[in-house]
């Protein structure tokens, strides 16, 4: 009889609701832990991204080097991009790359790598924990990615313009559920950057947010600016 009557209980509540329960818990459980080096992103709401122009080209792969800020323009990380050889079979322009977050206190923070040249997503790793995180672009008629977990349980979406004709220049929302908690957007480089920085973009995001999730959105972010 009681087992009944909690059925009916919870047979009442809004269908989203025990979903969007375990999906935190999961989310609290998996990144609760701020390894070290994330720690600088405890308290900021907002990371700013310039790609520093280099005189000098790697030979074994076109390397690349972004430095990351907050809004204040205090220097957190520098994200050095290694490009993987790209299979001749694929069609699409993304290229397979190893990206490794390196805080300016000299910590790997986290690294960002692409397994395949053909599959738009990202895998967010940080040392000891493994992957964490996989930012997966969707094939949709809106640019789409999904943020998932290790288990695959969707913890944010980022959603972007109606085709990539017009990705450029339009920010991206985004979604924690069924609310807009951020935006991922790109702009031209200031006069004081113009003759330093090839192009820059950024990610906002709640401040009480988790440095953990912080820095998978960040991994969104990179993905986003490199696929559009």
Known sequence: MTSTSESSVHGELPSTQPEKCRRERAMSEKWKEIPAGLDLLDSVDTLMVRQRLRTSLNVEGAGSEYIVEDRNGRRLYTALKTEKAQAYCCPWKTQSFELKLVSCTGFHAVQYETISSCW?????????????????????????????GATNDCFFTVRGALCSFFAKDTDYEIYEANRVIGRISSWAPTESYASAVAFQFGVTFPKTLGATAKAVLLGACFLVSFTS
Do not use: H
């Open 120 to 148: 738009n997503n990202v895998d967010v790793s940080v040392p000891l924990q493994g992957c964490i995180a996989t930012v997966r672009k969707r094939c949709s008629w809106r640019l789409t990615y999904d943020i998932t």
